[in-house]
């Protein structure tokens, strides 16, 4: 029976599409984690292996921050350990990864931010798609750590925003997957296949001048914030009308122009991760594309 609240809630989500129901099992979607998971452990544990106390505060960290971000890194591990633990022999084994725009502790720092925002989109996205309710439980207590992982990177070390607005945004499980396998370099042949698959990569400038290998006659280019999902025209190369956004949002370039239809079945490319400076003093800073 619906209650009077739950039937308010659904109204006010009416107009938000949620991922559409994939064929993917509660196996899938707990090595589509792992795969995530292995990616941040290994972020975490090799670069801390390679900055050590000297380097943060060389680059100009307090000296608690490098001990947090330790505590991140054993988070990681946890988190990996829990998802084998669940899978057994079955369970995917770490890839090799290259995070090419980290060259120093600061480079580190805030690609940390965003990969955690990356991984609560995840686990929020999948968690439709999840049969057993045991694995809810499971997966929202690690995406709630994450997203303190993020608040704490963002607003302590950033100097930002611990949040992007007041809903987080959900992303499909190819959304995500193509933002990992940017970082993946090689995978272990004994992995197990997954029902999951990278789009071509897109970048958007600061004019909407939209880059990729995908067609943009036509295409669309639907920006992720929240639960808030709206398409914007490309013409000539160039998206029309894209807002300014604040915090992390995501966008992905689609074939199709209703808002609500958009999802893994007909994106083109992306996403792309807008991290915009969140200015509390302005209420409409410009975009950091
Ligand atoms: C978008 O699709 C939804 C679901 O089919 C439909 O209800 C809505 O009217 C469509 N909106 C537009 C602008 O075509």
Same mark, same amino acid.
């Given at each position: 029976?619906?209650? @009077?609240?739950?039937? $308010?809630? %659904?109204? =006010?989500? +009416? &107009?938000?599409?949620?991922? *559409?129901?994939?064929? #993917?099992?509660?196996?899938?979607?707990?090595?589509?984690?792992?795969?995530?998971?292995?990616?941040?452990?290994?972020?975490?544990?090799?670069?801390?292996?390679?900055?050590?106390?000297?380097?943060?505060?060389?680059?100009?960290?307090?000296?608690?921050?490098?001990?947090?971000?330790?505590?991140?890194?054993?988070?990681?591990?946890?988190?990996?350990?829990?998802?084998?633990?669940?899978?057994?022999?079955?369970?995917?084994?770490?890839?090799?990864?290259?995070?090419?725009?980290?060259?120093?502790?600061?480079?580190?720092?805030?690609?940390?931010?965003?990969?955690?925002? @990356?991984?609560?989109? $995840?686990? %929020?996205? =999948?968690? +439709? &798609?999840?049969?057993?309710? *045991?694995?809810?439980? #499971?997966?929202?207590?690690?995406?709630?750590?994450?997203?303190?992982?993020?608040?704490?990177?963002?607003?302590?070390?950033?100097?930002?925003?611990?949040?992007?607005?007041?809903?987080?945004?959900?992303?499909?499980?190819?959304?995500?997957?193509?933002?990992?396998?940017?970082?993946?370099?090689?995978?272990?042949?004994?992995?197990?296949?997954?029902?999951?698959?990278?789009?071509?990569?897109?970048?958007?400038?600061?004019?909407?001048?939209?880059?990729?290998?995908?067609?943009?006659?036509?295409?669309?280019?639907?920006?992720?914030?929240?639960?808030?999902?709206?398409?914007?025209?490309?013409?000539?190369?160039?998206?029309?009308?894209?807002?300014?956004?604040?915090?992390?949002?995501?966008? #992905?370039?689609?074939?199709?122009?209703?808002?609500?239809?958009?999802?893994?079945?007909?994106?083109?490319?992306?996403?792309?991760?807008?991290?915009?400076?969140?200015?509390?003093?302005?209420?409409?800073?410009?975009?950091?594309?």
């Amino acid at each position: 029976m619906k209650t @009077v609240a739950a039937t $308010a809630l %659904l109204a =006010a989500v +009416a &107009s938000y599409a949620a991922p *559409a129901k994939r064929a #993917v099992t509660d196996t899938d979607i707990l090595q589509y984690a792992l795969t995530l998971e292995h990616l941040e452990n290994s972020f975490y544990h090799g670069f801390l292996d390679k900055f050590d106390d000297a380097a943060f505060t060389n680059a100009g960290f307090p000296d608690w921050v490098r001990g947090r971000v330790k505590n991140i890194a054993e988070h990681e591990a946890q988190h990996v350990a829990l998802l084998s633990g669940a899978l057994g022999s079955a369970a995917t084994q770490p890839c090799t990864y290259a995070f090419p725009s980290v060259t120093d502790p600061k480079s580190f720092m805030a690609l940390a931010s965003v990969i955690e925002n @990356v991984g609560v989109s $995840a686990y %929020l996205g =999948a968690a +439709a &798609s999840i049969m057993e309710s *045991a694995y809810v439980t #499971v997966a929202g207590s690690i995406l709630t750590t994450e997203a303190r992982h993020q608040a704490w990177l963002n607003s302590a070390v950033e100097k930002a925003a611990a949040w992007s607005g007041p809903e987080d945004t959900p992303l499909d499980f190819d959304e995500v997957y193509s933002i990992a396998a940017a970082f993946i370099t090689s995978c272990p042949t004994t992995n197990p296949t997954l029902p999951f698959k990278a789009f071509p990569a897109l970048t958007i400038a600061a004019d909407g001048t939209v880059g990729t290998t995908a067609k943009t006659d036509g295409a669309f280019v639907q920006l992720l914030q929240g639960l808030d999902q709206n398409t914007y025209p490309v013409v000539n190369g160039k998206v029309q009308g894209l807002p300014t956004t604040q915090g992390i949002a995501y966008a #992905v370039l689609t074939s199709q122009g209703n808002s609500t239809l958009v999802g893994d079945e007909n994106i083109l490319a992306g996403p792309v991760i807008f991290n915009s400076p969140f200015n509390s003093k302005q209420s409409n800073p410009a975009p950091n594309f």
